[in-house]
């Protein structure tokens, strides 16, 4: 009894609620959100200014890569293509041709593009913002929509420079006071320097946390959760959304909110749990593929290391049937493994103590997924 009033109190507590029909709808609502809201970034500018590679650099993948979008020298984007995002389908990245073209007029632009689908705009320039940028700007300010400006291939013209002996500053520096120049007629807005190549250097952070700063909470946390890991910051922040989602997955997962039922013992429990973990295994770049893109660019052997973890092998077998599949297979070798990694999931018997105990298997799996992915970036040397 007493149990069930402490696991009553801190349901309320966690979800900010005064009784518990509230907390609960509070709950799947949230849960509902994690699962469906939508993400569409807008990635727009010249050709050959840096679109596709850019879209792929968010979407964590690398040409010639299944699903990636194709670049090159030659022209490549000629109409506008879509880009799910490879584990998380309802964030979608949009790789849009620049104003000018044949079929895209400058005049109808954003109505060719549809621009009512896209929560905001990336206006991608490899020198130069042009004067069809610019143009599109004001077109795109008219409809109320937000917009970026990115200078890509930072990279190169580092490089380039460094061979002159320029430092990296005064190169930055040079550059920012060009595009600062070049949009002058534009209230000189804010340029963000980047390099598709890698994410972590320059003012692809400062982008990000912009971007954080100017959408809505539960698109936010899309965009946080669905960007690849590039340093221990961005580990950082999914780390925190997560911990933040895991109260709502702990009341949803099974019986809690209906009839009392056993924990964790039963199925439609064990699937959220799984879910919910799987979710965070992605997030966190765990899985083989990006283990493999992470080993191959430092040249480590980071994926023999992961798969030390007991939780994250279970959770990789189970993945790749992807997520949807582990959702419904909630195999007893994934929870066996939880149990050893959490004392208290073995004790799970009563409805009564199921929130307070389904959400320490969360964090608790949570925290060992983290801690893992944070070895991987210490092991990778990212900042
Ligand atoms: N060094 C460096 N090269 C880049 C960067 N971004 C793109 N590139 C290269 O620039 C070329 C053009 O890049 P794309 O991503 O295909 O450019 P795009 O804007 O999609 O081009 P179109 O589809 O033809 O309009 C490719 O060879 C890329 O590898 C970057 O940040 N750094
Ligand atoms: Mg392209």
Not at 174 to 180: A, M
Not at 255 to 267: F, K
Not at 273 to 298: A, I, P, Q, W
Request: proline share 4%.
């Amino acid at each position: 009894m007493a149990d069930q009033q402490d696991d009553l109190r801190a349901l309320l507590n966690y979800s900010g609620e005064p009784t518990w029909e509230r907390a609960v709808a509070k709950a799947r609502e949230e849960v509902d959100r994690l699962d469906h809201v939508t993400l569409n970034i807008a990635v727009t500018g010249v050709t050959g200014a840096g679109k596709s590679s850019f879209v792929n650099a968010i979407r964590g993948l690398q040409e010639p890569e299944e699903g990636s979008a194709p670049t090159g020298v030659k022209v490549t984007t000629k109409k506008l293509e879509e880009y799910p995002h490879p584990t998380m389908p309802n964030v979608k990245i949009w790789d849009l041709p620049g104003v000018g073209g044949e079929q895209f007029k400058a005049k109808t632009y954003m109505k060719d593009v549809k621009f009512q689908t896209y929560d905001f705009f990336i206006i991608v320039s490899a020198s130069r913002f042009t004067e069809n940028d610019i143009m599109l700007a004001n077109e795109i300010k008219k409809t109320e929509k937000n917009f970026y400006f990115v200078r890509s291939k930072t990279d190169n013209d580092v490089a380039n420079e460094g061979r002159k002996r320029v430092s990296e500053e005064a190169t930055l520096e040079n550059i920012r006071n060009s595009c600062e120049d070049n949009l002058s007629t534009f209230g000189s807005p804010p340029v963000f320097l980047i390099t598709s190549h890698n994410l972590e250097r320059f003012d692809f952070q400062e982008l990000v946390n912009t971007l954080e700063g100017d959408l809505p909470d539960h698109k936010r946390d899309a965009l946080v959760m669905s960007l690849p890991v590039y340093s221990k910051e961005c580990l950082d922040k999914k780390y925190s959304e997560f911990k933040k989602a895991a109260w709502a997955v702990a009341i949803t997962s099974g019986g809690i909110a209906a009839v009392p039922v056993p924990g964790l013992s039963l199925a439609c429990d064990v699937a959220m749990v799984v879910s919910f973990l799987t979710r965070c295994y992605f997030s966190f770049g765990l899985n083989d593929k990006s283990l493999e893109k992470m080993s191959e660019r430092v040249n480590k052997p980071i994926l023999a290391m992961v798969r030390e973890s007991s939780l994250v092998m279970a959770i990789a077998e189970e993945s790749s049937l992807t997520t949807k599949i582990a959702r419904r297979l909630a195999v007893a070798g994934v929870i066996e493994s939880l149990c050893i990694l959490v004392p208290v999931a073995g004790n799970i018997a009563a409805a009564g103590v199921s929130f307070v105990s389904t959400q320490s298997v969360l964090l608790e799996g949570l925290k060992e997924l983290y801690s893992v992915a944070k070895r991987v970036i210490e092991m990778a040397e990212l900042p």
